[in-house]
């Protein structure tokens, strides 16, 4: 640069030299140039040395930022204040915008097919706080190599907190998501779901439906051969026998099976207590019924079976008869003389569709309808290979991890894309690939097998002769069970909820102490020994405990009973001094009477028994409300349209038909819907297994409608078409899926 500049200056002198004059002009010019020339050279000069400059700062603020970022960014305990709180030292704000779409018209949408109607609300505008707590760090050669530490955040609001409070309806992804993937299980996920809840039902109650037909042999419709061996020894009055024989639900004329289970369970059994509460029977009563000379047939006709199939115990287990009927239909085709035979267990049941059996299907459509069933007419199915290939034994622990059996959904698969392949290629050696693996005896095996599973899918679950499909299968297999057990827990249950209620407000009223009423219940008993019995219980106007006491002494010698004994150290006569000593007016058993009164005056129930029957006050409920919207002031319950509002622990689910018809009343007259009422006699059919209890009858309901064959519907299903199927698809969507949508507030969701 100096070089250059000098050069400049030698010129300028050189000029001025030689010539010895320059014009005004000209030198003007040239000192112009030669001050924009070193302006431009100082500029480059001082771009050079800033280049330079930069260059090596660049290289010194690099190490500079790198060791400080490290020693702050680095998650170790020194640095935490930077890290693992937030805003925290370093006043980090993190602000959210969230936007949220009401769904307007979620009935529209469930009920009659509407699209979804979407109001965009928001944003609602919110800071973020996180704080990482609980910290671990892991050491490698003394250096902090891992930390690992517990995150919790929350969300507050930047805004007005009332937004905060605004109700946002949105879709149940969950439960839409689950019914998508129901409706479109592939047919081994649907095989599988078939397969092993029907195994493990056959196998749990094969056993008592064949003692059940061997029983029905006997009496042959004869009610005096009935009533003599199952109440003579039970000294049940004539009208009671009428009653308990005649009933259409659990009458013995048409349900005796639920009497076989219940005598074959014993007292405590589910059946027995069902029968028990729906019949009004003592507990006395219930158990020489169930004891007396119905075990005398049972066991005879256990000797029988066992004798007759021979059986390696006796009685027979359902294994065992499980197998010998799916196998080669030895029950049905062969039974003890005197008894019908039958092709299958589902002969005469105009329910059910396809073959329940294997080597009924083998016969009766497989033979008739494939190619060279020559090749296929010697085919059978040994039991142990049956046992193994669907370990029904072990369905407990299902899905099952085993390579060799096919209530595995992957097993199953693997079987079913070698299946697909022989439909491809009509090869029957494709079979090669499994036969193997699950010890088919042949190819030829294995392709029975195949078909065999594909009717389960396409015709006893799917209906598709019948234009059904699997999601209506499983509509029914689902929405059935669930009535069942909300309708079984209401009959349970909602006697006993106002009575231990009214029992308290009697106790109060009368201001009885727990001292007292034990001292007028059993008299054989000690201060001091009633002393310590109520310091262990407690008060007696309390519900919790008045509903043990009363459990206790609705079911002697139950679980609850000898536990009651362990915890007041009675003996079993005390305990049912306790529960049934009515001599005087303030014992337990007397104000147990005066509560169940209280009910039977204010609800109107039926029958002579002083206490209304628990059935009738649960169908009550379903069809009207009608318990829960009038309750006995002394309850101190509050009206209501679902047992579900009372008490939602007790009754989760608010399933009665009534509340339905209430909730949706507007939607109902919206679309045009008729009125429809419901009574005491359809309600009582549609809450059987010959009704809406049963998930084939469900399913079958379905198809007709979607058929359009509704012309007898009302007659055969107990309800209109439109009122059925809306019914259960609440039931559906908001019992069994916990609803198509859920609302809450903003701060809820947030």
Not at 30 to 43: F, I, Q
Not at 712 to 740: K, Q, S, V
């Amino acid at each position: 640069i100096n070089i250059f500049v000098f050069a400049i200056q030698r010129k300028d002198y050189s000029i001025k030299s030689m010539r010895g004059r320059v014009e005004d002009d000209e030198l003007k010019e040239y000192k112009a140039t030669w001050a924009h020339r070193k302006r431009l050279s100082l500029t480059l000069a001082c771009g050079g040395i800033l280049l330079v400059i930069c260059l090596f700062a660049s290289f010194v603020i690099d190490g500079v930022v790198n060791e400080n970022l490290n020693s702050r960014l680095v998650l170790r305990e020194e640095s935490a204040s930077s890290w693992a709180s937030i805003p925290g030292k370093l006043d980090i704000k993190m602000i959210r915008k969230f936007f949220l779409f009401d769904l307007t018209n979620p009935e529209e949408v469930m009920y009659h097919n509407e699209s979804p109607k979407l109001v965009r609300k928001g944003p609602f505008t919110y800071q973020q706080f996180i704080n990482n707590t609980n910290r671990a760090y892991t050491y490698e050669h003394g250096k902090a190599t891992v930390v690992n530490f517990s995150s919790w955040e929350y969300f507050m609001p930047v805004e007005d907190r009332k937004t905060e409070e605004e109700n946002i309806t949105l879709f149940n992804i969950a439960a839409i998501s689950a019914w998508f993937n129901m409706k479109n299980a592939d047919k081994p996920l649907v095989t599988t779901l078939i397969l092993h809840p029907m195994f493990k039902a056959l196998s749990n109650g094969i056993l008592e439906i064949v003692v059940t037909k061997g029983v029905n042999s006997q009496f042959q419709g004869n009610k005096v051969f009935a009533v003599e061996t199952l109440f003579k020894a039970a000294n049940i009055p004539a009208a009671k026998v009428d009653e308990i024989w005649d009933d259409q639900l659990y009458g013995v004329r048409k349900n005796l099976g639920v009497w076989i289970t219940a005598a074959s369970k014993g007292i405590h059994s589910d059946a027995a207590r069902t029968l028990r509460r729906y019949f009004r029977l003592s507990f006395k009563q219930m158990f020489n019924i169930i004891n007396g000379k119905i075990q005398n047939m049972i066991a005879m006709i256990n000797n029988l079976l066992s004798s007759h199939y021979r059986c390696p115990t006796n009685p027979c287990q359902g294994e065992f008869l499980l197998l010998e009927q799916w196998t080669r239909q030895l029950l049905t085709l062969d039974p003890p003389t005197g008894w019908t035979p039958t092709e299958s267990m589902l002969t005469g049941n105009d329910t059910a569709d396809g073959y329940l059996e294997i080597s009924y299907y083998h016969k009766a459509w497989f033979l008739p309808n494939v190619n060279n069933s020559e090749v296929y007419k010697n085919v059978t199915f040994p039991k142990e290979h049956v046992a193994k290939l669907f370990n029904y034994s072990r369905t407990d622990d299902f899905p099952l991890k085993t390579w060799d059996t096919l209530l595995h959904i992957g097993n199953m698969r693997d079987f079913f894309k070698v299946g697909e392949e022989f439909e491809r290629t009509k090869d029957v050696n494709t079979f090669l690939k499994v036969k193997d693996r699950f010890g088919f005896a042949s190819v030829y095996q294995a392709h029975i097998y195949w078909s065999y599973f594909n009717q389960l899918v396409d015709r006893l679950a799917g209906r598709q002769h019948l234009n059904g499909t699997i999601n209506l299968g499983a509509f029914g297999q689902i929405s059935a069970p669930r009535i069942h057990q909300a309708f079984a827990n209401l009959e349970a249950n909602l006697l006993r909820f106002i009575h231990v209620r009214i029992l308290a407000a009697k106790i109060e009223e009368k201001r009885l102490t727990c001292f007292k009423i034990f001292e007028e219940s059993v008299p054989t008993l000690e201060d001091n020994e009633i002393e310590k019995i109520c310091v262990t219980l407690g008060t007696l106007n309390s519900t919790s405990v008045l509903s043990r006491l009363t459990q206790v002494c609705e079911w002697p010698f139950s679980d609850d009973w000898n536990k009651f004994k362990e915890v007041t150290t009675l003996n079993d006569d005390e305990v049912s001094d306790f529960c049934e000593n009515e001599r005087v007016e303030n014992t337990f058993a007397r104000l147990m009477q005066t509560a169940h009164s209280v009910i039977k005056s204010h609800y109107g129930c039926e029958g002579q028994e002083i206490n209304c029957r628990s059935y009738e006050l649960a169908l009550r409920q379903f069809i009207g409300s009608e318990i829960t919207e009038n309750p006995p002031s002394l309850s101190g319950l509050s009206s209501a349209k679902s047992t579900h509002e009372w008490d939602a622990s007790e009754f989760p689910d608010a399933f009665e038909f009534s509340y339905w018809k209430n909730r949706y009343a507007k939607l109902v007259s919206k679309f045009g819907i008729p009125e429809f009422q419901l009574d005491r006699s359809r309600a009582s059919k549609l809450l059987t297994f010959e009704g809406i209890l049963s998930g084939v009858i469900v399913q079958k309901a379905l198809l007709d409608i979607k058929n359009g064959n509704t012309a007898n519907f009302e007659a055969t299903y107990h309800l209109p078409p439109d009122h059925y199927l809306g019914y259960l698809r609440y039931i559906l969507h908001y019992l069994c899926f916990n609803g198509l949508t859920i609302k809450h507030t903003v701060k809820e969701y947030l």
